[in-house]
């Protein structure tokens, strides 16, 4: 096993070394669930902390994992979206087919197009599409629903192989991606070789503002190498000859996204007032500056002495706790925050894939939701809290048990 890498240049901009602003200490890699016949090794740990580039504003990971240290054979296959990310998704797509007039000469590629449900929307109105997915499972559910699909990390290289098969985009659409990506200038060279001179990037990503607003710190881990501001896209975008054309903010998805289109700069049209209108909104709440970033640590600090404080005082009375969703940002916030098995009993997960197995590093047991009614404890932490009125609709019978939520972001609160 390798250990991490202190980050010394901004992964950006290539500028100095990006100014520690929050440490979470050390913890697992957060999507590597545990398996039952694993539970007597110790979970290897990783320091996980950001930084702040104070030339081009990006927020980054302070040390950084190899890559097959994050993306290893059980790496979880993610097949269930959420009703509210299909919605929006097919919202998108509808949009982009009117307000380009996509057609059959069209096409339409997506990066890390997952199982292609939304590719596939798009093919069922007869526009062509391309698929980029690396993970294999999805890739061939993709191809099965009739999304062509490469088995491909996206990046310049792989963008050059399809210009020279002839391929260029009218649409490229990179959703909940590019906080992923290991090289981020690679990545969106790829997007401007590939990009007809008229096209549209249409880029998603939960935004850092909505973050630090409301104290999303368990969004923070190791397979998370950035936090984007609209200031930290513009430059990204433009040291490639790109440039925002219109910035949307959705605030109730994953906890605050946004979604940046782009073009290639001078070629895509003027850029809707919404570009001018988000940056200089993110300029007024200090993104581009350290002092914002500066006080984040203890917002995080109090947030965590506040929920620890509720279970432990709830734990002392007798009540049973358990946790709702075996996701990536609860297993940073169970690790960051010291919660494990003293403090909550199970979690529970629809994904079939993640049943039997464990919470990395806190070592909750993952269980069907269907033991919330069988076991009936008095109180369910949502980790996935970006969910949390779906969830609490899913589990309308908990309730009318006796049963209460914990949302445990942007504040402790119990519903
Ligand atoms: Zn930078």
Redesign the pocket.
């Known amino acids: 096993m390798s250990g991490a890498t202190e980050v010394t240049t901004?992964?950006?901009?290539?500028?100095d070394r990006?100014r520690p602003f929050l440490s979470l200490g050390s913890t697992p890699v957060a999507n590597r669930l545990v398996r039952a016949d694993a539970l007597d090794a110790v979970d290897p740990t990783f320091p996980l902390g950001v930084g702040f580039?104070?030339?081009?504003?990006?927020v980054q990971l302070t040390h950084v994992l190899p890559a097959d240290e994050i993306f290893d054979a059980d790496y979880p296959y993610f097949s269930s979206f959420s009703d509210m990310l299909v919605r929006h998704s097919e919202k998108n797509v509808v949009e982009l087919i009117e307000s380009l007039g996509l057609g059959p000469d069209s096409l339409v590629v997506e990066v890390a197009s997952n199982d292609g449900y939304l590719l596939k929307a798009f093919v069922e109105r007869g526009i062509p599409v391309l698929g980029i997915e690396p993970t294999p499972g999805p890739a061939a559910a993709a191809r099965e629903v009739g999304v062509p699909t490469r088995e491909e990390f996206f990046g310049a290289e792989v963008a050059r192989r399809l210009v020279d098969e002839g391929l260029r985009a009218d649409v490229i659409i990179a959703n909940n991606v590019m906080a992923h990506v290991p090289d981020l200038n690679s990545f969106v060279e790829g997007f401007s070789i590939l990009l007809k001179d008229e096209g549209v990037i249409s880029v998603e990503n939960p935004g850092v503002g909505a973050l630090l607003d409301h104290t999303e710190f368990d969004t923070i881990y190791h397979e998370h190498f950035c936090y984007f501001s609209t200031i930290?896209v513009d430059?990204l975008l433009r040291r490639h000859g790109l440039e925002l054309v219109g910035v949307t903010e959705f605030p109730e998805l994953h906890g605050g996204t946004l979604r940046w289109r782009a073009g290639r700069a001078g070629a895509a049209g003027r850029p809707d007032p919404s570009v001018a209108r988000v940056l200089a909104a993110e300029r007024a709440a200090g993104l581009d500056s350290f002092d914002r970033y500066g006080s984040f640590g203890a917002e995080v600090g109090a947030l965590q002495d506040e929920l620890r404080t509720l279970l432990s005082g709830l734990k002392a009375k007798g009540a049973t706790i358990a946790a709702y969703a075996a996701a990536a940002k609860g297993a940073t916030l169970l690790n960051s925050t010291g919660i494990d098995t003293r403090l909550v009993d199970f979690v529970v997960d629809r994904n079939t894939h993640k049943q039997g197995r464990y919470m990395p590093g806190a070592r909750l047991p993952i269980l069907a939701p269907e033991a919330l009614l069988d076991r009936q404890p008095d109180y369910l932490l949502l980790l996935a809290w970006n969910v949390k009125n779906e969830i609490m609709a899913q589990q309308a019978e908990y309730a009318a048990r006796g049963g209460s939520f914990i949302v445990p972001v942007p504040r402790p609160v119990i519903l």
Do not use: D, H, K, Q
């Open positions: 901004c992964r950006s901009c290539g500028g990006p580039c104070e030339r081009c504003a990006l930290a430059a």
